[in-house]
C-alpha cells in the first residue's frame, strides 16, 4: 500500500495505491498524519490505483474530511472504482465527499 | 328574518296531530249527523202526536158547545112562543157558559111580525159583565150577515172563519151558528154562539215538550182561529202563515203521511225553525199546527257538540303529550341504533386492523428450511388473539398470545404486544429478554389489569437450536416420531406481576419436525351442548397426522380445523381460534468447497485472511466485483472480532471456515471471546452529515449489506457468527 502526498497547484495531492484493507489502516493513517497539521490548502484524494477500502480505510478519510473542513479546506476523491464507489455509495460516503 | 325550520320530527308530529284532529272531528260529526236526525225524527213522532192529540181536545171542546146547545134545543121550542122569554134564554145560555163570548137568537126575518123584520135577542160578555138586549137593526142586518145565510141557505150547523171582535180587534172570535125549528119543523131562527178563540188557547199552549214551541189552529180557510200571546214572534206567524197556505210550496210529508213538514228562518233574527201542520179528520176542515225552534230542538245536541270539542281537545292534548314522549323515545332509539351501528363499523375496522397485523404467508414462503401457517378464525367481536412470525438473520423469531377479554381493550393490548415484540425482536435473540421486556410494559399502567398469555421462540434455522419462553400459555405440542408437549416452564402471564424473573428454555428441532402452537379458542371450542373440543382431542388429531403423514403445516391446521368444524356443528363461536405450525425442513446442502483457517486476534493477520478468501471464490470462479464484496464483508467481520471480541491485550483464536454449495458460499466465523452478537447492533444512520458522522459503526453495516443474511449463535462458549451469500443465478 503506497501513500504519496505532494504539493501541485496550490492543493495537497495524495495518491493512493494498492488495498487500504485493515492491515495497511495503520500505516496509511500515519502517512497521511501531516495533512491534518497543514492548512490552507484544498486536497485531492487520487484513487486512480486504489483497489480496495474497507471501513478502515472509510474512517480515515471521514477524520481527514472533517478536519480540513474544520480549516475550510475542501476534500475531493479522484477516479474511485467502481466496486469503491459502490461502497461509497452504500455507507452514504457519497453524498459527504466532493467525487470527481 | 327567516323562519326557524321546523325539524322532520316536529313536522310529522304536527301531521298526525292534524290527522288525529281530523278524525276525531269526522267521527264526532258523523255522530252529530245521527244524532241530528234522530232528534228529527223524534221532533217528528212528538210532534205528530202532539197534533192528534191536541186536535182529539179541540174536537171534544168544539162538541162540548155544540152538545150543550143540542141539549137546550127544547127549550128553544119551547120559548119559540114567548119572543120576549128568548132574552132570558141567551142570558141563561151566557151565565151558563162562562167561556161563550156571546149569544144571540137571529129569528128569521118577520118571524114575529109585532117585532118588526128583525129581531135578535142577544147577550154579551163585557168581562164580568153580561149585557142582554136587541142587537138587530136596520144598520145591523143580520140577514145579510153571511153566518146567517149559510146557516139559513144549508139549513145545518157550523163553525164561521175567525173574525175580529168590532170592539176589541185583539180579540178573535169565531160563531157557532146552528138552526132552531119549531114545532111544525119549519126553521125559526139561527143561533149564533161566538166563542173568543182563547178559549181553544188553554188546550192548545199546554203540554209542550219545548218551551218556545206553541200550536197555531187554522180555519178551512187557512186563517188563524187561535194564536198563542205572550213573547211569540209575530212575525214568524205571518212568515209561517204564509208558507202553510202557500200551495206550491214544496213541503215535506211526515212517515206516517199525515202531517206536513216544512222549515223557516226569521227574517230578523235568522232563528231557523220547523213547523209541523194536520187537517185531520177530526177538526176538519180546521187545521192545527205546531212550531218549534230549532235551537230548543237542538239544544242537546249543541250541548253534546261542546262537549264533543272539549273532549276531542282534551284527547288532542293527551295524545300531543304521548306523540311527544313516543318521539323523545323513538329518537332515543334512534340515536341508541346509530351509536351501535357506529360502534359495529368500528369494530370491523378494529378487526380489519386486528387481520391485518398478521403475517402473510409468503413472508416466509421463499425459505426452503422452515415452513410456518398461522390461522386466525376471529369470533363475532374482534379478539385478543394474536400470532406472529419473522425471519431475521436467519433466525425464525415467532409468537403467539392471548390476552384477556374480547373488544377493543383487549385487541389494543394485543395490538401493543405485537409492536412490543417486533421492536425487541429486532436486537434481542433471547425469547426469555423479550419476555421480560414485554412484561414490564404490560405491567406499567395497567389499570385494567388487563393479561395476556404469550409464547416465544426463536429457531435458529442454521442449527435447528429452538429457544423459547412461556407467559402462562397453553403449551405447544412438538410432532415428530411422536407427539409430546413442549417442555417449558409456566411463569406467569404478561401484565399480572412486575416482578416475575422469565427464563428460557431450549430443545433442538429434529428435520421434519413440526410444532403446533394454539390459543385456548381450540381447546375450549364448544358445540351445542356447550361440551368443549379439550387438549385431548388436539393431541388425538395430532396422533392421527403422524400416523398419516400429513403433518406438513398447512395440512395440519388444516385437519384440525375441519375436525373443529366438525365438533362445533354450527353453535356460535364465542372465542378467536388461532393456530400456528412451525415445520422445521432443513435440506441437505451438497458442500463443494471447505476450508477452514485460524487466526490471532491481530490486525496484521488480515492479510492472510484475504488471501485465504481470495483463494475461496477463485476456487469456485466467482466474477471480481462478486469476490470483492466478500472479501470485504469478511474483513469487517472479522476486524470487529479482533477489536471486540477478546478483552484487551489478551491472545485469542479466530477460526474461519469457508464452506460453499452450487449456489451459495458461507463463513462461518467461530472465536472464544466475550458474548458478543454482531446482528443485535442497530444500523449506521448514512444519511447524517460529515459532522454528525460518528468514526465507528460502519463494520456490521457493511456485512450485512454486502452478505445475504448474517447470523449468531452463542454455541459452547463459543461466538459463531455466519455470513452467506449467493453467488450463481
Not at chain 1, 69 to 92: C, P, Q, R, S, Y
Not at chain 2, 6 to 18: D, E, R
Not at chain 2, 569 to 597: C, F, W
Request: with cysteine.
Amino acid at each position: 500500500m503506497n501513500t504519496n502526498i505532494t504539493e501541485k497547484d496550490g492543493k495537497y495531492t495524495v495518491s493512493l495505491e494498492g488495498e487500504l484493507d485493515t492491515a495497511h489502516a495503520l500505516e496509511v493513517e500515519q502517512a497521511m498524519q501531516p495533512l491534518h497539521e497543514l492548512s490552507g490548502k484544498d486536497i485531492t484524494i487520487d484513487c486512480a490505483k486504489l483497489d480496495y477500502i474497507a471501513s478502515s480505510g472509510l474512517r480515515i478519510l471521514l477524520g481527514l474530511l472533517k478536519s480540513a473542513k474544520a480549516k475550510g479546506n475542501k476534500v475531493v476523491l479522484k477516479d474511485l472504482n467502481d466496486e469503491i464507489k459502490e461502497v461509497f455509495k452504500m455507507t452514504g460516503f457519497i453524498d459527504i465527499f466532493d467525487i470527481e | 328574518m327567516k323562519r326557524p325550520k321546523l325539524s322532520s320530527a316536529t313536522t310529522s308530529q304536527i301531521v298526525i296531530l292534524i290527522t288525529a284532529a281530523a278524525l276525531m272531528l269526522l267521527i264526532s260529526g258523523i255522530q252529530q249527523n245521527y244524532a241530528r236526525k234522530q232528534i228529527r225524527n223524534n221532533l217528528e213522532r212528538n210532534a205528530e202526536m202532539e197534533l192528534i192529540i191536541k186536535s182529539i181536545d179541540v174536537k171534544h171542546s168544539l162538541e162540548d158547545v155544540t152538545l150543550a146547545l143540542r141539549n137546550r134545543s127544547w127549550e128553544f121550542e119551547k120559548f119559540l112562543h114567548y119572543p120576549d122569554s128568548l132574552f132570558d134564554v141567551t142570558r141563561r145560555i151566557m151565565e151558563e157558559n162562562p167561556n161563550f163570548a156571546g149569544c144571540c137568537i137571529a129569528m128569521v126575518p118577520n118571524y114575529y111580525p109585532e117585532k118588526g123584520r128583525l129581531f135578535e135577542p142577544y147577550t154579551l160578555r163585557r168581562g164580568e159583565v153580561i149585557e142582554t138586549f136587541q142587537l138587530a137593526s136596520e144598520e145591523h142586518d143580520y140577514s145579510k150577515n153571511p153566518n146567517f145565510i149559510i146557516a139559513a141557505e144549508n139549513d145545518s150547523s157550523f163553525w164561521s172563519e175567525p173574525y175580529h171582535d168590532e170592539d176589541d180587534l185583539n180579540v178573535t172570535l169565531i160563531t157557532y151558528t146552528f138552526p132552531i125549528y119549531d114545532e111544525y119543523g119549519d126553521m125559526a131562527a139561527i143561533v149564533g154562539i161566538d166563542l173568543n178563540t182563547e178559549w181553544l188557547g188553554k188546550l192548545l199552549n199546554s203540554r209542550h215538550v219545548f218551551p218556545s214551541s206553541y200550536n197555531l189552529l187554522l180555519s178551512g180557510e187557512g186563517r188563524l182561529i187561535y194564536r198563542p200571546n205572550g213573547e211569540i214572534k209575530h212575525k214568524d206567524v205571518e212568515q209561517i202563515m204564509g208558507l202553510i197556505n202557500d200551495s206550491t210550496a214544496k213541503h215535506t210529508i211526515s212517515a206516517s203521511g199525515r202531517v206536513t213538514i216544512f222549515s223557516f228562518v226569521d227574517w230578523e233574527d235568522h232563528a231557523k225553525g220547523s213547523v209541523y201542520y194536520y187537517t185531520p179528520n177530526s177538526i176538519h176542515p180546521w187545521s192545527i199546527a205546531v212550531v218549534n225552534y230549532d235551537d230548543e230542538v237542538f239544544a242537546p245536541l249543541i250541548k253534546m257538540q261542546w262537549r264533543n270539542l272539549l273532549l276531542t281537545f282534551i284527547g288532542l292534548l293527551i295524545l300531543s303529550f304521548i306523540i311527544q314522549r313516543s318521539a323523545k323515545n323513538i329518537s332515543k332509539l334512534h340515536q341508541a341504533t346509530l351509536e351501535r351501528e357506529h360502534i359495529d363499523s368500528e369494530l370491523n375496522i378494529a378487526r380489519n386492523i386486528q387481520m391485518s397485523m398478521l403475517p402473510k404467508s409468503d413472508e416466509t414462503a421463499l425459505r426452503d428450511d422452515c415452513d410456518i401457517v398461522g390461522s386466525l378464525d376471529p369470533a363475532k367481536m374482534v379478539g385478543g388473539d394474536l400470532f406472529d412470525y419473522f425471519v431475521r438473520d436467519e433466525k425464525l423469531f415467532f409468537c403467539i398470545g392471548d390476552v384477556s377479554g374480547k373488544g377493543i381493550p383487549a385487541a389494543l393490548v394485543m395490538a401493543v404486544n405485537h409492536t412490543l415484540f417486533r421492536s425487541v425482536s429486532a436486537h434481542e435473540t433471547n425469547p426469555a429478554r423479550m419476555m421480560q421486556s414485554l412484561n414490564e410494559t404490560a405491567c406499567q399502567r395497567n389499570e385494567q389489569n388487563m393479561f395476556a398469555t404469550f409464547f416465544i421462540g426463536v429457531l435458529d434455522l442454521p442449527t435447528g437450536r429452538l429457544r423459547y419462553c412461556n407467559a402462562g400459555h397453553d403449551l405447544p405440542f412438538v410432532i415428530g416420531k411422536t407427539v409430546k408437549s413442549i417442555q417449558a416452564k409456566p411463569h406467569l402471564p404478561l401484565g399480572v406481576m412486575d416482578d416475575v424473573i422469565y427464563t428460557m428454555q431450549e430443545t433442538t428441532m429434529t428435520v421434519n419436525e413440526t410444532l403446533f402452537l394454539y390459543t385456548d379458542g381450540l381447546t375450549e371450542a364448544k358445540n351445542e351442548k356447550h361440551e368443549q373440543f379439550g387438549v385431548k382431542r388436539v393431541e388425538e388429531v395430532l396422533k392421527h397426522s403422524i400416523e398419516n403423514k400429513s403433518f406438513a403445516s398447512k395440512t395440519l391446521i388444516q385437519t384440525m380445523k375441519e375436525k373443529v368444524d366438525t365438533f362445533v356443528n354450527g353453535a356460535e363461536q364465542s372465542d378467536d381460534l388461532t393456530m400456528l405450525a412451525v415445520q422445521y425442513t432443513p435440506k441437505e446442502k451438497h458442500i463443494i468447497y471447505r476450508e477452514t483457517l485460524t487466526l490471532f486476534n491481530k490486525v496484521s493477520e488480515i492479510t492472510r485472511l484475504n488471501a485465504f478468501v481470495k483463494s475461496a471464490t477463485s476456487a469456485l470462479n466467482m466474477e471480481n466485483a462478486l469476490a470483492n464484496q466478500i472479501k470485504l464483508a469478511v474483513e469487517e467481520a472479522v476486524t470487529n472480532v479482533i477489536d471486540y471480541a477478546y478483552p484487551n491485550d489478551t491472545e485469542g483464536n479466530i477460526e474461519i471456515t469457508i464452506e460453499a454449495d452450487e449456489s451459495r458460499i458461507r463463513f462461518i466465523l467461530t472465536d472464544s471471546g466475550a458474548d458478543f452478537d454482531p446482528t443485535g447492533v442497530s444500523k449506521a444512520d448514512t444519511t447524517l452529515s460529515v459532522d454528525e458522522r460518528p468514526i465507528g459503526g460502519l463494520g456490521v453495516f457493511l456485512v450485512r449489506n454486502l452478505m445475504d443474511s448474517i447470523n449468531y449463535e452463542r454455541t459452547n462458549g463459543k461466538n459463531v457468527l455466519r455470513m452467506e451469500k449467493q453467488y450463481v443465478g
